[in-house]
C-alpha cells in the first residue's frame, strides 16, 4: 500500500483515473446498445407494451378509422387513450346479430308481458306473457338471447331475437330486479335489490356461484357500470343514497359513497374516456359525476325532474338523460313522485355541460331504453304514461344533438319499464337495457 509523500502514491492515482475512464466509457457504451434496441423493437411493434392486432389500443395507435375516431378529449380538455364505446359504433354489428330483426322488447311492469314493436313500421306486432313484474329486457353477453326479468316472478324468460319470440321456459333466479355480465363474461350478476344482493352465477345456466351481500348500506341496489379494464363495478344504492364500489375479481365490497341524505341514484354510465362515471340522482333533478378509480364525487349537471336512464350516443360523443318529469312528493323512502314534466337533456363527454334538450310536448315520463343500430333513434319507455317515445337524436345518428326531436308516441301496456332496443352494435353485451363493448 503506497504512504503519503512516497513516488508510488502518484502511479496508484494515475491508475485509478484510468479505471475509472474506462467504467464510464463502458457505461456509454451499454447505454447506447440499450438505446438501439428499442428503437428496433418498438419500430417492428413486438416490444413488450405493443397491444394485440385486435385489441382497442392496437387499432387505434395506426389512427382514426370510420368507426373509431381519435382519442376523445376528456372534460378537462386532455386526451385520453381509453375509449370505451369503440366498438359499439354505428355499423359494427357482430356476425351473431346481423341477421337479428330490428325490434323493440318493451316489458310491461304492471301487466306481466312484453310489447314487442317493429322498428321500421312503429306498430307493435305482438305481445307475450312473460312472469311477475318484468323490469328489463337484458342482452346476454354473447348476444344469443335476450332475457325478460321477470322481478316479482322469481324468473328469467328466454327471447331468441332471431325470432323474437319465447325461446322456452323461464329459468327460476331469485329476486331479478336487473341483470348484468362481468366483462370477461364468465358470470351473470343478479341484482337481487330487495335482499340487497349481488348473485354471481353461470351465465348460461343461472347456477348460483356465490352470494355478495351489499347490505342496508347498499339498499335498493339497482343499476351497474363497469371500468374499462373489468376489475371493479360501481353500483347505485337507491333508497340509501349511496354507490357500492364492488372488486369484481374477488367479488367482495371495496367501500361506499354517499351523495346526500335524499339522493335516489338511478342510472350509471361510464363516459367514453373511461375516467369519469354519471349518476342520474332522480330526486336532485340532474346526474353527480363520480372519479371511478378515486372513488369520489368531483361535480354536477343539472338535467330536469327526476332524471333517470342514461344512454350515450352511437358517436360516443354524447350522454342521453331521460327526465321522468316527477318532483320527489316526500323526503321518506321510498322518495315518491309526480308530474309528467318528462324530457331528455344530451350531455357533451368533451365539457360535461348540456349542449341540447328535447322536450316532450304536452308532457310525458321517459325512463329506460336505448339507441338503435345506426344511433339516429332513442327509444325510451313512458314509465307512468303507458308509452314508448321515439326520438330524433339528431342530423347523422347524433351528430348534432340541436336538431333532435320527438318523433311519436307508441301506446304500449301499463308501466313500461326497460325496454331493449335489438339488435345493436358491439362485441359482448355488459347487460342491462344493452351496455355493448
Not at 134 to 161: E, F, K, M, Y
Not at 210 to 236: E, K, M, Q, R
Request: charged residues 15%; proline residues 8%; hydrophobic residues 40%.
Amino acid at each position: 500500500m503506497a504512504v503519503r509523500g512516497s513516488p508510488n502514491r502518484h502511479r496508484d492515482v494515475h491508475a485509478f483515473r484510468q479505471r475509472g475512464l474506462l467504467m464510464v466509457a463502458a457505461v456509454v457504451a451499454l447505454l447506447v446498445a440499450l438505446a438501439v434496441i428499442v428503437l428496433i423493437v418498438s419500430s417492428d411493434g413486438r416490444g413488450a407494451n405493443a397491444e394485440a392486432p385486435h385489441s382497442p389500443a392496437a387499432a387505434s395507435s395506426s389512427g382514426p378509422t370510420p368507426h373509431q375516431p381519435a382519442s376523445p378529449a376528456d372534460g378537462d380538455g386532455t386526451l385520453s387513450a381509453v375509449d370505451v364505446y369503440a366498438h359499439a359504433r354505428a355499423g359494427m354489428l357482430s356476425p351473431i346479430v346481423k341477421a337479428d330483426p330490428s325490434l323493440v322488447y318493451v316489458p310491461n311492469l304492471a301487466d306481466g308481458t312484453v310489447s314487442v314493436i317493429d322498428q321500421q313500421s312503429l306498430r307493435v306486432v305482438a305481445t307475450y306473457r312473460t312472469g311477475r313484474a318484468p323490469q328489463h329486457v337484458v342482452p346476454s353477453w354473447d348476444l344469443r338471447t335476450l332475457w325478460v326479468n321477470n322481478n316479482l316472478g322469481n324468473s328469467l324468460s328466454p327471447i331468441d331475437p332471431r325470432t323474437g319470440r319465447l325461446a322456452g321456459p323461464a329459468v327460476p333466479v331469485t329476486d331479478p330486479y336487473n341483470l348484468y355480465f362481468t366483462p370477461d363474461g364468465a358470470n351473470a350478476m343478479v341484482i337481487a335489490e330487495a335482499i340487497h344482493r349481488i348473485d354471481f352465477r353461470d351465465p348460461h345456466t343461472f347456477a348460483l356461484r356465490h352470494s355478495l351481500d351489499v347490505g342496508s348500506l347498499c339498499a335498493g341496489v339497482n343499476h351497474v357500470d363497469f371500468s374499462p379494464d373489468g376489475t371493479y363495478a360501481i353500483a347505485t344504492c337507491e333508497f340509501a343514497s349511496r354507490l357500492v364500489k364492488i372488486d369484481l375479481v374477488h367479488q367482495r365490497v371495496l367501500g361506499y359513497l354517499g351523495l346526500g341524505r335524499t339522493a335516489a341514484p338511478q342510472d350509471i354510465k361510464l363516459e367514453q374516456a373511461g375516467r369519469v362515471w354519471y349518476v342520474a340522482d332522480m330526486n336532485a333533478g340532474g346526474v353527480d359525476l363520480i372519479d371511478g378509480d378515486a372513488f369520489t364525487k368531483i361535480g354536477f349537471v343539472p338535467t330536469g325532474p327526476e332524471a333517470h336512464g342514461m344512454y350515450p350516443s352511437r358517436d360516443g360523443r354524447h350522454l342521453y338523460v331521460a327526465n321522468r318529469g316527477g318532483m320527489m312528493t316526500s323526503g321518506m323512502l321510498p322518495f315518491p313522485h309526480n308530474g309528467d314534466h318528462g324530457s331528455v337533456s344530451v350531455i357533451s363527454f368533451a365539457t360535461r355541460k348540456i349542449v341540447a334538450a328535447w322536450p316532450i310536448p304536452g308532457g310525458g315520463t321517459p325512463d329506460m331504453g336505448n339507441v338503435n343500430a345506426d344511433g339516429t333513434r332513442l327509444w325510451l319507455s313512458g314509465r307512468r304514461s303507458n308509452v314508448v317515445y321515439v326520438f330524433d337524436t339528431g342530423d347523422k345518428g347524433g351528430s348534432d344533438p340541436t336538431t333532435g326531436r320527438l318523433l311519436t308516441e307508441i301506446p304500449v301496456g301499463h308501466e313500461p319499464h326497460g325496454l331493449a332496443v335489438w339488435p345493436q352494435p358491439g362485441r359482448y353485451s355488459l347487460g342491462h337495457t344493452g351496455i355493448m363493448r
